[in-house]
C-alpha cells in the first residue's frame, strides 16, 4: 500500500472517524507492543517491505519513509524498560494532525492489521512464570502465537502420551522428542499390538487441571481424568503415510483406520523406508497437537490453501518418491466428534460444487475416480472420463465444468445403487438432486407408457404410426397429435424462440452429419408445463434410426435443446470412446446451480451460463409438475447397515462435502385415463 494516499486520506478534513488531538491513538500505546521474532525487514528506495510468519506487506511512501521506518523500528526494538521513553519521544515529534504522525499511524496500523506486532507488557514476568520453552521454540511462540505466554503456559501444563507397540520406532521416539522440546513433558507408552495397527502411533495431549493447579504426574489416568484430551494418529506405510487431524483419541483411530484403508492401494511393497518418510509424519503430527493444546490454529491452516474444503478436517498424507507431505481435505467415513457430526450445508452454487469434486476424487484421499478430460475432444461438446467399477464412465456437456459435475453424480449414484438397495439419485445439493431424480422417474414412467401404448395397438402399422407422429423431419414440419397422457407438438427450426436449440440441432445434423428427427410433446401433467423431446437419426448412411436422445424440460426449446446436446454426446462417444461402458448425457438439473453466475455484458441467452440462468427460474415449476405427473416425491437416501463399507464410506463423504443422495424410483405408478386436449 501506499503511505502517502493512507496518510491523506487519515487526516481527510471533515471525516466523522478522524480521532480528537488530544485522544490515545495507536501510537501513544506503542510502547506495549515490539515486532513479532523472526519478522525480516527490507528496505527499499521509497519505502519497506516485512516478512512474518505467513503474512507479509509492503509499504510505500516518499524517500523519507525509510527513515520514518528506523525511527520507529527503533522505539519497537529497544527493551521494555526504555520502550515507553523512546515512543514518548516519538510521539512529541509527531504532534497530532501533523502529516509525520498520519504516516506513523497507517504503518502502525498496517503491522497490526498483519499481525506482526506481539504485546509485551509484562511478557517477561509471565514467560518465566509459565517456563516457557528456551530456544526455538520460544522463537516458535512469539512469532505465531497471539499471547506467547499463555500458550507456553498451556504447553508447561499439558502432559502427552505417545501410544505405540514398537516404543524404540523412527516415528516414536521423533513424535516423543518434538513434544518435550515445545515444552509438554511427554512419556513413551508401549500398547498392546492389537491395540495399534502396524505402523502406527498415537500422540494424546491434555491439562490435567485448571491453571495454576499443580499437576499429577504419578497418576495412572492423568490423561483420561484431563478436560478437553487432543489426539492425533500417525500411519507409516510402505511408500506412503498419513497424520490424522487433531480430535478425540476414538475419533483419530476412526481417522486413522479409514486414511490406511484409502492409501491401501498406494502402498509401494518391496523398497526401502526412506529414513525422512517416519520423521516427517511424525514432526508433523507433534506439531498439530501443539498448535491444538496451545490454542493456535492447526498447521493446515497455514498455508493457505484454497484446494482445503472450509468445513472439512485435512489429513496430512506423505509419499516417499519423491519425499512430501501434503495437506488434503479428508472426509473420513466414521464422524464420533461433534464438530464432525453436525450437519453440513448444503451445495447451492456451481462453483460450490466445483470446489467439492477435488475432495470426492482425490487421488489419495477420495472415494470416486476423477473425471478427466485427458485427450477427449472438447468441440462441439465437452467430454469427460472416468473409471468405475466395471469400466469407463463418459460424460458430456455444453461445457467440461458441467460434464464433470454429471459424471461425479453419476459415478457416485452407480456405486450407491449397486449393492441391491435400488437405485438413487445423487446431485450438488438438494435441488439438483431432486431435479435428477424427477427426471429419471419421468423417463422411466415414459417408456413403461410407451410399451403399454405399443401391447394395446393391434396392428404394426398403428405401432409405426403412433411413433412417427409428431416428428420433425429436415424438409418439414409434422402436425400435433395426441396419445394417451400427452400430445405431440411441431417444432422446427424455423419457429423456435430460444437460441439454445437450433444451435445444437444445426450441430447435430450439419456439422456431425447425422439423419435426425425429433418428437416433441407435451405431457399432461394436469397443471404444470412439461415438454419431452426425443432425437432419432441415423449414424450412417442406410442404417436404422436409433434413439440418439431425450429430455424432459419446462418448455419445447428447453426439451429439444437438452434432447439434441445429448445426441451429440452420444455421437461423439461412438467415434471417440467406442469402449465406454457408461454414457451421462446432460439435463436441465443443474440450471438451479448457475443461478447465481453472473453473466458477462455480452452474454446472451445464446451463451450457456445465461441459457442456464433463465432455466433455473423455470426449475421449481418443473419439478412440481414432474411430481405431480409421476406421483412421487424422491426421499432422502441412506445405505442399510448391512452395506459394503465402501458404500457407507462414499455417502459419509457425499453428505460432508454437500451432496443429497435421494432415492430414485424404481418404477412408474399406474399410467392416468387418458384425457383430451392440452393444458
Not at 507433534?286 to 472439512?312: F, H, K, T
Amino acid at each position: 500500500m501506499t503511505v502517502d494516499q493512507a496518510a491523506y486520506g487519515a487526516t481527510a478534513p471533515g471525516e466523522g472517524t478522524r480521532a480528537a488531538p488530544d485522544s490515545p491513538d495507536a501510537l501513544d500505546s506503542l510502547g506495549r507492543w515490539t515486532l513479532r521474532p523472526g519478522v525480516a525487514v527490507t528496505l527499499l528506495h521509497n519505502g519497506v517491505h516485512l516478512r512474518g510468519w505467513i503474512t507479509s506487506v509492503t509499504l510505500e511512501g516518499g524517500p523519507g519513509l525509510p527513515a520514518l521506518w528506523g525511527r520507529l523500528a527503533e522505539a519497537l526494538a529497544v527493551g521494555e524498560d526504555r520502550a515507553e521513553a523512546g515512543c514518548a519521544r516519538l510521539a512529541r515529534a509527531a504532534p497530532a494532525g501533523s502529516p509525520l504522525r498520519a504516516g506513523l499511524l497507517t504503518v502502525i496500523n498496517q503491522l497490526h492489521d498483519h499481525d506482526l506486532l506481539v504485546a509485551r507488557s509484562g511478557e517477561a514476568a509471565e514467560s518465566e512464570k509459565a517456563e516457557v520453552p528456551k530456544g526455538a521454540a520460544e522463537q516458535w511462540l512469539g512469532a505465531v502465537a497471539g499471547r506467547p505466554a499463555a500458550a507456553a503456559d498451556a504447553l508447561a501444563r499439558s502432559r502427552a502420551r505417545v501410544l505405540t507397540a514398537h516404543p524404540d520406532s523412527p516415528s516414536a521416539r521423533t513424535a516423543a522428542r518434538a513434544l518435550n522440546r515445545s515444552g509438554i513433558r511427554t512419556e513413551i507408552v508401549t500398547v498392546e499390538a492389537a491395540d495399534l495397527p502396524d505402523g502406527q502411533i498415537l500422540l494424546v495431549a491434555a491439562t490435567p487441571g485448571e491453571p495454576g493447579e499443580p499437576a499429577q504426574p504419578g497418576e495412572p489416568d492423568e490423561l483420561s481424568a484431563a478436560a478437553e484430551p487432543h489426539a492425533v494418529a500417525v500411519g507409516v506405510r510402505p511408500g506412503v503415510g498419513f497424520v490424522t487431524p487433531v480430535g478425540s483419541a476414538e475419533q483419530a483411530r476412526a481417522d486413522a483406520d479409514g486414511l490406511a484403508g484409502r492409501l491401501r492401494r498406494r502402498e509401494v511393497h518391496g523398497t526401502a523406508e526412506h529414513p525422512g518418510l517416519p520423521a516427517l509424519l511424525a514432526s508433523s503430527a507433534a506439531q498439530r497437537l501443539v498448535c491444538a493444546v496451545a490454542g493456535l490454529r492447526d498447521p493446515s491452516a497455514e498455508a493457505g490453501d484454497s484446494r482445503l474444503l472450509p468445513g472439512l478436517p485435512a489429513a496430512l498424507i506423505a509419499e516417499q518418491e519423491p519425499l512430501r507431505g501434503e495437506y488434503r481435505s479428508w472426509s473420513g467415513p466414521v464422524l464420533l466428534d461433534p464438530d464432525r457430526v453436525r450437519p453440513r450445508a448444503d451445495v447451492r452454487t456451481l462453483a460450490e460444487a466445483l470446489a467439492r469434486i477435488p475432495v470426492l476424487t482425490d487421488r489419495l484421499a477420495g472415494v470416486l475416480d476423477e473425471p478427466d478430460p485427458g485427450a477427449l475432444p472438447q468441440l462441439p461438446a465437452a467430454l469427460v472420463r472416468c473409471s468405475v467399477a466395471d469400466g469407463d464412465l463418459l460424460s458430456g456437456s455444453a461445457r467440461a465444468d458441467l460434464a464433470r459435475l454429471e459424471a461425479v453424480c453419476r459415478a457416485a449414484e452407480l456405486r450407491l445403487g449397486g449393492d441391491g438397495s435400488g437405485p438413487v439419485a445423487v446431485g450438488a445439493g438438494a435441488e439438483h438432486a431432486r431435479g435428477r431424480a424427477l427426471r429419471q422417474a419421468a423417463d422411466r414412467r415414459q417408456a413403461a407408457e410407451a410399451v403399454g401404448r405399443a401391447d394395446r395397438q393391434d396392428t404394426a402399422a398403428d405401432a409405426h404410426a403412433g411413433v412417427t407422429s409428431g416428428t420433425h423431419h429436415p424438409g418439414g414440419a409434422a402436425g400435433s397429435h395426441h396419445e394417451g397422457a400427452h400430445h405431440t407438438i411441431p417444432w422446427t427450426p424455423d419457429t423456435r424462440r430460444h437460441p439454445q436449440a437450433p444451435h445444437w440441432w444445426s450441430v447435430l445434423v450439419r456439422r456431425l452429419g447425422v439423419d435426425a428427427d425429433v418428437a416433441v410433446a407435451r405431457l399432461d401433467t394436469g397443471g404444470g408445463s412439461v415438454f419431452r423431446a426425443r432425437v432419432r437419426g441415423r449414424t450412417t448412411a442406410g442404417g436404422p434410426p436409433a434413439l440418439l436422445g431425450t429430455a424432459v424440460e419446462a418448455t419445447a426449446d428447453d426439451a429439444v435443446a437438452f434432447a439434441a446436446l445429448s445426441a451429440v454426446v452420444r455421437v461423439q462417444s461412438a467415434t471417440d470412446a467406442p469402449h465406454a461402458r457408461h454414457l451421462v448425457t446432460p439435463s436441465g438439473a443443474s440450471a438451479p446451480l448457475a443461478r447465481s453466475a453472473e453473466p458477462a455484458p455480452w452474454e446472451d441467452a445464446g451463451w450457456t451460463t445465461a441459457w442456464l440462468g433463465e432455466m433455473a427460474g423455470r426449475e421449481p415449476g418443473l419439478q412440481q409438475a414432474l411430481a405431480d405427473l409421476t406421483g412421487w416425491s424422491p426421499p432422502p437416501w441412506q445405505p442399510s447397515a448391512g452395506a459394503p463399507a465402501d458404500v457407507h464410506a462414499l455417502w459419509s463423504a457425499l453428505r460432508q462435502c454437500g451432496f443429497s443422495v435421494l432415492a430414485a424410483r424404481t418404477g412408474p405408478r399406474p399410467l392416468p385415463r387418458r384425457t383430451e386436449g392440452s393444458r
